[in-house]
């Protein structure tokens, strides 16, 4: 039961598979429910008169549905008003379990008096739907109050926390302590009439278990995606009601004797239980509070580990929570026929010790396995891979976790007073449990021993759990304590070989493996609260070039030219346009790229920087190591640990620009960052004339998803439009209102920068009137593309698919992005004359149709919107002779300005390193020193092997240098005399046709049979 709630607490919906699939499953599990618990109970001591009440597991099967739902909602809504950072969705949790161990204490303390427990329970299921439903409608509408009360204290972490759990725990407090009441009434309500106590616990908590699964599939499937999150409350209510009136209805005949005198203890189970000492039974209660908190850090280092192989999406957690949510319940139901046993009990400590040993071998053996994958991960949007993966891990200790909880409790049940009150204390124990260990997981385990160190030391104490519910000792039988403690021996030595083999390492190198190769290495690397963030590092020699944050297994942010280019546009694009930015806010921080482009402002007088993780401004050093460079460091700078929609929220800030960059909408729980209400709250907190760009991920989306954020957007900025960032990176540009149009002297003042200026040529932007290239469209122009499309909302956080691939090939997508019909569009766009400069608008016609090959250069995987292949001659011959580009030039030839800056570093002890050479050749070709480029070009074919695809590449480019210094004569030679020794590749083969067709040179000798070959 406790279980279950903690569980769904972190907000993870179930796996999507198949409608028709899940239906005919919900219907299998209601059809074969009753006949579980009949065949169940056939044959046994009080069973047949409890067959007639066999309705009673369906209700609580209903009960457990509900409370499912209700808390997916409430936690979803709970997460708009107060805040999705760890430490806000911590004070939700806190006080949810809060709830319900008081509901376990009070059933415990009170139950025993009741007479019709089963109706107590009806009339607590009808007011938890009464006021679920009440607390679904409300949530919309706190914000209006609690803004003001909150809004003093948003700087004080300390109170305002407190403050939330005060807030989320009064809201909660009356459905959660009656859904804490609710397991040990229904127990005492069917052990009136057969006494098995711990057969009817079992059954009961495998029941309400079962339900949480298919309220977890209803609602991930059916309900938020067909009714949204209100609705789904309703039908949450609905259920609550039903299970209530029924129980109130059908329930009165199981009563109690007597409230003033307890049911004694049924003699055969009191035979079948031996009698147990005060300390024995405070051990027990203790073995139960370890038991909840082990298996809820469990499951938070679980679904750690499991996001490495999977970019952790709503349906990647999802299969982890219905693994573990069946295993409980199949557990409970294990639970129940062992109960039956007289030595039932004795079996308590054997099953943790197995808990304990599975928990290190499971994780050991798929770790084991992955390390020999060759394959890469993260593209299973579905989750299937990760079922498989998940299942053996997670499975076995789930199941034997679920059969600890009745056992455990027929052990103590001779000894209390009454049934409920052994179900209340039971739970109170192991609610408290689990609200301790959801904490220290995330909070203490992964951040200060790792995700491999915390898995060993959950392991081992589930051998704690074993060696505190030892049963003392009867005379006349052998002793099981020696065994025992052999066993115990054995777990010691399991996790003393798994840490010494350093499986978990093993791992971590293996997911940086997709990002790391001669050039590239994982330089950082940190186990958080939130993420496993690690950085990889791309070096010219020994000179870093740029860095790649990486959370789990997605890559996130980097620092190379494709990203730097669209990062810096979202803080220079507006700085061009807006007559005079003095406040700014950056939500989501990455690589710090960004931050950097606006701390370069020196006319930005504020930075507000929020990010949801500490962690990630902590490692940043790794990108700025100098201080001067540091953007954190800037005095300028103000930054938030808290989640950008809440400190939106809070602040009575009014900014001139607010750019974000948040992770990608299919992440779990980050949809509503690209909802309409959240956009509606960005352009209430920027003054008049104030401007957002806004990231909008096309290569992570499916066209239906971008055509649902952009219209969310579009609802709220009627002055908006779309750009290319760069390559599939497109940008939301709003406007609050109206502001001064900018002259041409203004708009060009950051290109005059000594700071800015450099950077801006350095990715592309070599003049100001380029920046018009990127336009798409403004919000008139996409009116009828959207007029089909509902917006993202956050009651319907679905419109965003989980599971949608991507299309790259989307007709609408290749539409949008054809440079004529851009190029038209922006010359008639009137968005576009109230923003932009009318001398620039006719300047920036010329540069559409190379904004298209620029799109290629960073398109992964490439989007073909030009005519030209990556990097090929005929493409960098164009962009010679029909432009004044050059760093679109050396992006070609795979090089930048941060290659620039690092060779400039290596020439004094490096300078003939054909690296080094090969990069000195390209920016000479870039600045149209041909005689230059070909000089170095064949010192770089004297250091190079003739057999090896580089070597051909430096060829051709020498070829093509000395034709374009005029030397045809000398090319000719070459190609005559100095040929590659083998056969040019495809690409290369390409490259010669066209310097044969544009420069008349000789035809090259063709290739032996054995080159053919090869």
């Known amino acids: ?44 001591h009080g069973s047949r008169k409890m067959q007639r009440f066999w309705w009673l597991y369906l209700v609580f099967f209903c009960s457990g549905m509900s409370a499912l739902v209700f808390e997916t909602v409430w936690f979803r809504q709970a997460g708009l008003v107060l805040g999705n950072s760890v430490w806000a969705s911590s004070m939700v949790l806190a006080s949810f379990m809060a709830g319900l161990a008081l509901g376990n204490l009070a059933a415990g303390l009170f139950g025993r008096r009741c007479r019709f427990p089963v109706r107590v329970y009806g009339i607590l299921e009808v007011l938890i739907g009464a006021v679920g439903v009440g607390l679904v409608l409300g949530f919309p509408h706190l914000n209006s109050w609690l803004v003001p009360v909150l809004r003093p204290y948003a700087d004080q972490l300390l109170l305002l926390n407190s403050m939330r759990l005060a807030v989320s725990f009064g809201l909660m407090l009356i459905p959660t302590v009656a859904m804490g009441a609710t397991l040990p009434l229904m127990v005492s309500g069917l052990t009136a009439h057969d006494s098995r106590f711990g057969e009817q616990l079992g059954r009961l908590y495998a029941c309400n278990t079962f339900g949480a699964m298919a309220g977890a599939l209803g609602c991930e499937l059916f309900l938020i995606p067909t009714l949204g999150l209100r609705d789904t409350g309703f039908t949450a209510g609905a259920c609550s009601l039903i299970a209530g009136l029924a129980a109130i209805a059908f329930g009165g005949g199981l009563k109690r004797e007597s409230s003033d005198h307890p049911q004694k203890f049924d003699a055969a189970e009191a035979s079948a239980t031996p009698a147990i000492s005060r300390f024995q039974q405070a051990r027990f209660y203790l073995a139960t509070f370890l038991c909840g908190g082990i298996l809820l850090a469990l499951e938070v280092v679980w679904f750690r580990y499991m996001v490495l192989f999977n970019f952790g999406n709503s349906r990647v957690f999802a299969v982890m929570l219905a693994i573990v949510l069946a295993g409980i319940a199949i557990g409970g139901l294990i639970a129940s026929r062992l109960s039956r046993s007289a030595r039932a009990p004795a079996l308590v400590p054997w099953l943790a010790l197995a808990s304990s040993l599975l928990t290190l071998l499971t994780y050991a053996i798929p770790a084991w396995m992955t390390v020999r994958e060759k394959g890469n991960w993260g593209s299973d949007l579905e989750g299937w891979s990760t079922f498989f993966r998940a299942l053996p891990v997670m499975l076995p200790v789930s199941l034997l976790s679920g059969a600890l909880f009745p056992l455990i409790g027929q052990a103590l049940r001779r000894e209390q007073e009454s049934e409920s009150t052994t179900a209340g204390r039971l739970t109170l124990c192991n609610t408290l449990g689990a609200a301790v260990g959801a904490l220290l997981g995330g909070f203490v385990l992964l951040p200060f021993l790792g995700m491999e160190n915390s898995l060993i030391l959950l392991g081992l104490l589930y051998a704690v759990v074993a060696v505190l519910c030892v049963s003392p000792e009867e005379p006349g039988q052998p002793s099981s304590r020696n065994r025992l403690m052999l066993s115990v021996v054995v777990v010691l030595l ?54 790649r944050l990486i959370t789990n297994t997605h890559s996130m942010s980097a620092t190379d030219p494709t990203c730097q280019q669209y990062m810096r546009m979202y803080a ?162 709003g406007i609050r209102g109206a502001h001064p149009l900018v002259d041409v002297a203004r708009f060009r003042r950051q290109w005059d920068s000594p700071l800015v200026g450099p950077m801006l040529r350095g990715l592309a932007f070599e003049s100001p009137e380029q920046f018009g290239a990127y336009f798409i469209a403004d919000r008139d122009q996409l009116t009828e593309w959207l007029s089909t499309t509902e917006p993202v909302v956050d009651n319907y956080p679905q419109r965003i698919s989980p599971t949608d691939k991507v299309v790259f090939k989307d007709a609408d997508y290749v539409g949008w992005l054809k440079s004529d019909s851009a190029r038209e569009r922006f010359q008639k766009s009137e968005h576009i004359r109230g923003v932009w400069p009318k001398d620039l608008i006719d300047a920036a016609s010329p540069h559409f149709q190379e904004r298209n090959y620029i799109h290629d250069l960073n398109c992964v995987p490439p989007n073909r919107m030009s005519e030209w292949r990556f990097g090929s001659l005929a493409a960098i011959h164009h962009l010679q002779t029909k432009t004044k580009l050059r760093t679109p030039v050396l992006w070609s030839l795979n090089s930048s300005h941060q290659h620039e800056a690092a060779v400039a570093k290596l020439m004094e002890r490096e300078a003939d390193n054909s690296q080094v050479l090969t990069h000195r050749a390209h920016f000479a070709l870039a600045d149209h020193d041909f005689n230059g480029a070909a000089k170095l070009y064949e010192r770089v074919l004297t250091k190079l092997s003739p057999q090896t695809a580089e070597y051909q590449r430096c060829w051709l480019r020498n070829i093509y240098a000395l034709c374009m210094a005029a030397r045809a004569d000398d090319a000719r030679l070459i190609v005559t005399s100095h040929a590659p020794t083998s056969a040019l590749k495809t690409t290369a083969a390409e490259d010669w046709k066209y310097l044969h067709e544009t420069f008349d040179l000789p035809q090259l000798a063709p290739a032996t049979a054995e080159e053919a070959d090869e």
Request: with cysteine; glycine share 6%.
């Open 1 to 44: 039961m406790t279980v279950r709630k903690v569980v769904t607490s972190y907000d993870l919906p179930i796996p999507r598979i198949t409608h028709e699939v899940a239906q005919a499953t919900l219907r299998r599990m209601l059809t074969s429910l009753r006949m579980i618990c009949l065949i169940d109970s056939f044959g046994s």
């Open 494 to 547: 399991t996790a003393f070989l798994i840490h010494e083999v350093g499986i978990g390492r093993r791992v971590l190198d293996k997911v940086a493996s997709r990002y790391v190769n001669r050039n590239t290495k994982i330089v950082a690397l940190r186990e958080g609260s939130i993420d496993t963030l690690m950085y990889a590092e791309t070096r010219l020699l020994d000179q870093p070039l740029y860095h």
């Open 572 to 733: 220079y694009l507006p700085v061009a346009l807006h007559p005079a930015p003095r406040k700014a806010c950056l939500i989501s921080f990455g690589c710090g790229v960004t931050a950097k482009a606006l701390t370069d402002t020196k006319e930005l007088e504020s930075i507000d920087i929020v990010d949801i993780s500490r962690d990630i401004l902590d490692l940043n050093e790794v990108v700025y190591p100098d201080p001067v460079e540091q953007p954190l460091r800037d005095p300028r700078v103000r930054v938030h640990i808290e989640d950008g929609r809440f400190h939106l929220q809070m602040t009575e800030e009014r900014y001139d620009l607010i750019t974000s960059e948040p992770p990608p909408p299919k992440g779990a729980g980050i949809v509503n960052l690209y909802s309409r209400e959240y956009f509606q709250l960005i352009h209430d907190r920027l003054a008049d004339g104030g401007m957002v760009t806004y990231w909008v991920p096309y290569h992570d989306i499916s066209p239906g998803d971008g055509r649902a954020i952009i219209r969310a957007f579009c609802d709220v900025f009627t002055n908006g439009s779309v750009w290319v960032g760069s390559g599939d990176n497109w940008m939301l540009f």
